[in-house]
């Protein structure tokens, strides 16, 4: 599975738009961008995944540039319990049975 | 309600004792994982299991015991072997075992002391 870099930490103003960053340059064709949130002392909670195009839920929006090396999570309208780790693991189908996450992106939301 | 449940939320027990960890799921899931958890670090897989009677190690398997006698279970032991046990514990589960997304239970924080 690619390798995924995110920052360590990011601060957002609650009811703005906060965008999580992810590269994966290393990207294989066959490989989609999965998004998990874990909040401190809970178990991960699935967000949103994509292959090539854009992803939106009601969660969330998955935004994947062209050359699927990077990606973006936006959370429209940031809440004080959006605060929590988001990680960013990219993986292939059929070839194995576990997510590979890594140390994430601390989100805090400020009020 | 479907989900995942594990319990309890906290455990301690003493050195050198063998601990069974709880992870039950009504969602009807083929598959379920075993994860550790270390402060301020990611997540590392122990085993998972795609069908019931069977299992697979993960990364980190050595000192650690699990059975899938059932669909719905799927225990896991921490035996006196493991060097480090003290972590937090995640149990998760998908539909199949190859790409879909897995959904976690809320975690067991076991203390050794």
């Known amino acids: 599975d690619a390798k995924t870099t995110q920052p360590t930490s990011m601060d957002c103003a609650e009811g703005r738009a906060a965008n999580l960053p992810c590269n994966h340059s290393t990207i294989s064709g066959n490989e989609y961008v999965y998004w998990y949130r874990q909040i401190h002392s809970q178990g991960p909670q699935y967000i949103i995944h994509?292959?090539?195009n854009n992803e939106t839920n009601e969660m969330a929006s998955l935004i994947i540039t062209e050359d699927r090396k990077s990606s973006t999570l936006i959370l429209p309208h940031a809440t004080l319990r959006d605060t929590a780790v988001y990680y960013c693991?990219?993986?292939?189908?059929?070839?194995?049975?576990?997510?590979?996450f890594g140390t994430g992106t601390s989100l805090t939301v400020i009020p | 309600d479907g989900g995942i449940t594990q319990s309890p939320k906290y455990l301690f027990r003493k050195e050198g004792q063998n601990v069974t960890l709880s992870c039950e799921q009504n969602?009807?899931?083929?598959?379920m994982y075993w994860y550790r958890q270390d402060p301020g670090q990611g997540l590392r897989l122990i085993y998972y299991s795609q069908i019931v009677n069977d299992f697979q190690k993960g990364d980190i398997a050595e000192g650690y015991s699990v059975s899938r006698e059932k669909k719905e279970s799927f225990p896991l032991t921490v035996t006196s072997a493991q060097k480090n046990p003290t972590a937090f514990y995640l149990c998760?589960?998908?539909?199949?075992?190859?790409?879909?997304?897995?959904?976690f239970g809320p975690g067991t924080r076991l203390t050794v002391l």
């Open positions: 998760a589960s998908s539909i199949g075992g190859n790409g879909n997304e897995q959904f």
């Open positions: 693991i990219v993986r292939a189908p059929n070839t194995g049975n576990q997510f590979y």
């Open positions: 969602l009807n899931h083929d598959a």
């Open positions: 994509g292959l090539k």
